[in-house]
């Protein structure tokens, strides 16, 4: 960890101005994801913009019956609220099947979404890593890449988003909320927010430097049923393999995603329009174009299986 | 006091406090925080410097330059230690590597420099500063690549053994047997994975040093240490009272011990190191991963006529194998065999001592290949491993086990498990998305006898204290021996004050090998008998027929207070134990019957314990709480060797990649169920006067083996590459949709 300076901000306006003042400030909320990455000297921030205590963790109903979620409600707040519970549970199914109970009592909801990936030669620093430095070349390619993503990679990142929550914004429509340094608000659509690595796999999402993401909002509730389920090596406290985030109609139609598999929460509109015909026809679709190692290939099967599996619950 | 005849009835048969289910005595300082460890240790010493250990980045070559002017120059840096500026330490105790020192580097991340400075965070920020040039050597990191350059090895813990142990005619049997086996099996490279890193404070003072650790034999630190550093063992005083787990790990000195007493010595004040966990899994020692080849011929009835055994090992030239032929041995009973182990160089971490080294992975795969062979013979696979006891060493015929119940493990869990519930037919059980399965495995593992000594003390206000430099690593060392002295004095447990840990006290066993407690409870028993002697003599008894019970000495009509004894002062005995040759005549050893099931997703082949069971014989359980509480941690473990522990090579470079506990899974709360734990009850007069054997390993012998058959009960899927992970099932799992 480097030496850094640290502030608490006053307002929002306040952060927002205070990191984009300053080339390597960053916002600190809950820090699970952050304070790791400084002790390995992954992030190096001159200055913390502290923003823990800004009114900005409320959760409340929309005029039109949505949801909207404050950038700093805990992982535990939003899936333990009751209109979550009820309207949306594929998202807090999906956020309890993350990290620990700890965890989620500090992670909040835009800090979790914006976690860094866990490409295991990201953290090894002695290694090339295109996101930690850009031109610097992929030591994941070639090496051990069992965790890694299948589908939207490219010649230099084929790191994967392990996120959970994500996955399940991404099929409930979500947006995402900021606010500029020049103060003016903009939206996000959560599809958006992840970008996929192409030729600079160190631009990871479209916030200006100081932008600030006050707010997820949820559209109104889909119906349906809903299903999260998350595939790993061992039954808690471990990230995804593979992991399906579902909202399903009674008439066959539905929404679905993948996690773990792609540099970001994986949903293909025109695959989910398969649904009707089955898993394998969802998952060919969604899949095309995957370029796995021969480590990770399993990862397309398993995806077909879990949304089978989904599928059939969702039958029972 | 040495042992050479067996046991006859003695004080501890008594078993009014040994055998009963005390909690453990240090349990309130634990779960208080209060039971400091060596990193904590502020209550010894004040204002320490902290130490960062720079690793390698290259598995094989040489360090040819190290800029540290940049870290030297760094906000709170005291001094930076850089290998090029030390000779290579000799290797210690049970090791063939030097752990700093010297150009030469033999592993990834091998200590090449530590950074000392005024507080962790200044130490660990100024290491990134260091520039290191290397002159790399390509890696030889494959062990399936290097098989074929392996050589013949001896038993570096059996060297009676020849390289290739035979007996009959191996070859002829196999070719003559009607029913056969010849199957490949592997297992992975492990890491120890313990919560508590190794950590070390040091400090010196007119040239002796002092240093608090974590080590699990207190003398073998010692001696390597004082050897390392060029000085007298006496010279050096090691305190190692609480230990947070070891396996294996810290049974030989690692580099943070050696950089604690170095950066001490350079910046003049007290220093604290500890391996960082990224840093665990290659600059310590692992389990080394093994290709085991094994060959059944049995007769129709399920008569093993013909047993061979050859595991292919890995590991830094010079260094040890890990003996997996060491329980086929001894198993089971077969006129003809042939064992052998060869051994490849690998750039690798020292693969070296992990809770049961040997018997846990070779056991991995030779009790698949007999549920294999159960199957061949349409025999169920309890009925088959009863078949094939034997009550002799299949080397000596005329060496019989001194107490060996395997058959009676086997029978009453197979009882208890609802064993006739099984399907013998893969794929036939079935609860809704889950294919059920059960499995089962026999369990062996030897009992190690150690000499171990400890000092009793009667205090005047009738307290015993009992001091030995035993440790407890998280084991209940405290507590057996705090019922042990209770026990022998006719005290109150919580009369007795044990101090361990100290190189200051008595050398005992240590903890390993599960030696710990059968040896160390023997040496408190010599102490204990002497010290009865001293109390008799004083109070004017025939120290013979003395019987020492409720705080009284008593012998026929007479009965005296034992506070009487030290009217004059206090009574101090020290005494240990040591074995004369009963293990020629004998076989001392363990054993378990396994049983697991497990229920695997038909579309997704995640896999989930449903209950597991373990019928454990180990002589006389001292202390059946600690006691279940060691079994089921091993049957953790082996719920973890079974499904999902395994360091992933990065064959190129040559490391480890997943070196820290998120990337290494072991098994979490969720993976593990109520696990069910039976000993029996069979008391060993030829082990020790405690007539009790190891019981710190056997739960995890045969553990993984157990869960492996129940996943190809219920699958059909056998899985001969260990971890079973899902990616191995997925392409013969029911069809999905």
């Known amino acids: ?56 963790r409320g959760i409340e109903d929309t005029p039109d019956g949505g949801l909207r979620i404050g950038a700093l409600a805990t992982n535990t707040e939003v899936a333990s609220h009751p209109r979550v519970k009820r309207d949306y549970g594929v998202l807090a199914r999906a956020i309890v099947a993350g990290a620990t109970g700890q965890l989620r009592n500090k992670a909040t909801t835009a800090g979790n979404l914006l976690q860094r990936n866990r490409c295991p030669y990201f953290y090894e620093t002695t290694l090339p890593c295109n996101k930690r430095q850009p031109g610097s070349g992929c030591a994941a390619l070639g090496g051990v890449t069992r965790s890694l993503a299948v589908v939207g990679t490219s010649p230099h990142c084929i790191a994967q988003n392990p996120g959970d929550m994500a996955v399940a914004l991404r099929i409930l429509d979500a947006t995402v909320e900021t606010v500029r340094p020049d103060g003016s608000p903009r939206t996000i659509a959560i599809g958006d927010v992840h970008l996929l690595p192409g030729d600079n796999p160190e631009i990871e999402h479209p916030l200006a430097p100081g932008e600030l993401i006050t707010a997820v909002t949820l559209p109104r509730p889909p119906g349906g049923t809903h299903h999260y389920h998350k595939v790993r090596d061992r039954a808690s406290y471990a990230f995804a393999i593979v992991s399906v985030a579902a909202v399903l109609q009674k008439d066959g139609t539905g929404r679905v995603a993948f996690g773990s598999v792609a540099p970001r929460p994986w949903r293909v509109e025109a695959a989910e329009a398969l649904l009707p015909h089955g898993p394998a026809a969802v998952v060919t679709t969604a899949f095309q174009g995957a370029t796995p190692t021969a480590e990770n290939a399993f990862k397309i099967p398993l995806a077909a299986r879990t949304l089978a599996l989904v599928l059939a619950e969702a039958r029972a | 006091m040495k042992f050479d005849t067996p046991a006859g009835q003695n004080s501890i048969d008594r078993m009014r406090i040994v055998g009963r289910p005390f909690r453990r005595v240090d349990g309130v300082r634990k779960v208080t925080g209060t039971a400091p460890y060596a990193y904590e240790r502020h209550d010894a010493v004040t204002d320490p410097a902290y130490g960062w250990i720079v690793g390698a980045t290259i598995a094989r070559g040489r360090v040819t330059r190290i800029d540290a002017a940049a870290v030297r120059a760094a906000p709170g840096v005291l001094a930076v230690l850089t290998t090029l500026e030390h000779d290579a330490a000799p290797p210690g105790f049970r090791t063939t590597l030097h752990l700093f020192g010297g150009a030469e580097v033999r592993h990834y991340h091998q200590a090449v420099a530590l950074v000392v400075a005024k507080t962790f965070e200044e130490a660990r920020a100024a290491a990134h500063l ?110 190692a009272p609480f230990i947070g787990g070891g396996f294996g790990s810290k049974l030989i000195m690692r580099s943070d011990a050696l950089l604690a007493a170095l950066g001490a010595r350079a910046v003049g004040r007290p220093c604290k190191v500890a391996l960082q966990r990224p840093l665990i899994a290659n600059n310590g020692t692992r389990r080394a991963g093994t290709i085991q080849r094994i060959r059944l011929g049995a007769t129709h009835d399920g008569r093993l006529t013909a047993i061979g055994h050859h595991s292919v090992n890995g590991n830094l030239p010079g260094a040890y194998t890990e003996a997996a032929i060491a329980p ?33 992975p070779g056991l991995m795969a030779l009790e698949i290949a007999m549920d294999e062979m159960a199957e061949k013979l349409g025999i169920d696979p309890v009925a088959l491993r009863i078949r094939n006891d034997t009550q002799v060493d299949p080397r000596k015929p005329q060496r019989r086990f001194s107490e060996r119940h395997l058959i009676e493990c086997l029978t009453v869990g197979a009882e ?40 009793v003390r009667l205090e005047q206000d009738g307290r015993l204290s009992v001091e030995t430099d035993m440790t407890d690593i998280g084991t209940g060392s405290y507590t057996i021996l705090a019922q042990t002295a209770a026990e022998m004095m006719g005290l109150p447990v919580d009369a007795v004050t044990v101090r361990l840990g100290d190189s200051a006290y008595p050398e005992a066993a240590g903890s390993g090998g599960q030696f710990g407690a059968n040896n160390a409870m023997s040496g408190l028993y010599a102490a204990c008998t002497t010290l009865r002697a001293s109390v008799a003599a004083r109070l004017g008894f025939n120290a013979e027929d003395v019987e020492f019970a409720g705080g009284m000495v008593k012998a026929g009509s007479r009965s005296v207070p034992l506070r009487d004894a030290v009217e004059a002062g ?27 099931e497990v229920a695997v997703n038909r579309f997704t082949g995640e896999m989930r314990i449903r209950r597991m069971l373990a019928v454990i014989d180990a002589g006389r359980v001292l202390n059946p709480l600690t006691a279940r509480s060691q079994v089921i941690g091993a049957m953790t473990m082996g719920v973890g060797a079974a499904l999902m522990e395994a360091l992933a090579v990065d064959k190129r470079h040559g490391f480890f990649i997943n070196h820290d506990l998120g990337g290494y899974e072991v098994p979490v709360h969720a993976d593990i169920p109520h696990l069910d734990v039976v000993f029996l009850d069979h008391p060993d007069p030829v082990s020790s006067p405690m007539k009790a054997k190891g019981i710190g390993e056997i739960g995890l012998c045969g553990a993984a083996a157990a869960v492996a058959n129940a996943v190809y009960n219920a699958t059909g899927i056998r899985v001969r590459d260990y971890p079973i992970t899902l990616d191995k099932l997925l392409d013969r799992l029911p069809r999905a949709a």
Request: hydrophobic share 45%; net charge negative.
């Open chain 1, 1 to 56: 960890m480097r030496p850094f300076t640290y502030e608490r901000a006053a307002s929002t306006a306040a952060a927002v101005a205070a990191v984009a003042a300053r080339p390597g400030a960053r916002f600190i909320a809950g820090g699970t994801n952050l304070l790791d990455l400084m002790k390995v000297q992954i992030e190096t921030p001159a200055h913390l913009v502290d923003i823990r205590h800004l009114p900005l």
């Open chain 2, 328 to 360: 086929t041995r001894l198993i089971y009973g077969a006129p003809n065999r042939e064992l052998s182990m060869t051994l490849a160089a690998l750039d690798l971490a020292e693969g070296n001592d992990m809770r049961a080294p040997g018997e846990a």
């Open chain 2, 130 to 239: 260091v520039r290191i040039d290397y002159d790399a050597e390509p890696v030889r990191c494959d062990l399936a690549a290097e098989a074929h350059k392996a050589v013949p090895v001896a038993d570096r813990d059996s060297p009676d053994y020849p390289e290739v142990d035979r007996i009959g005619d191996f070859a002829a049997a196999l070719a003559a047997a009607p029913v056969t086996l010849d199957e490949t099996y592997t297992t992975p490279d492990q890491t120890h994975g313990m919560m508590e890193p190794h950590a070390t404070t040091a400090a010196w003072h007119d040239g002796q040093l002092t240093i608090w650790t974590s080590a699990q034999v207190v003398s073998w630190h010692r001696n390597s240490l004082a050897q390392a550093l060029g000085i007298a063992r006496e010279d050096v005083r090691l305190e």
């Open chain 2, 570 to 596: 206090p009574l101090t005995a020290e005494d240990r134990i040591t074995y004369g040759d009963l293990d020629k005549d004998f076989v001392q050893a363990t054993f378990a019957a396994q049983f697991a």
């Open chain 2, 416 to 455: 208890r498990f609802g064993w006739a519930r099984r399907h013998p037919v893969p794929g036939s059980m079935r609860d809704d998305h889950w294919l059920l399965g059960m499995g089962m495995a026999a369990g062996f593992r030897q009992n190690l006898l150690m000499p171990s000594g400890a000092r």
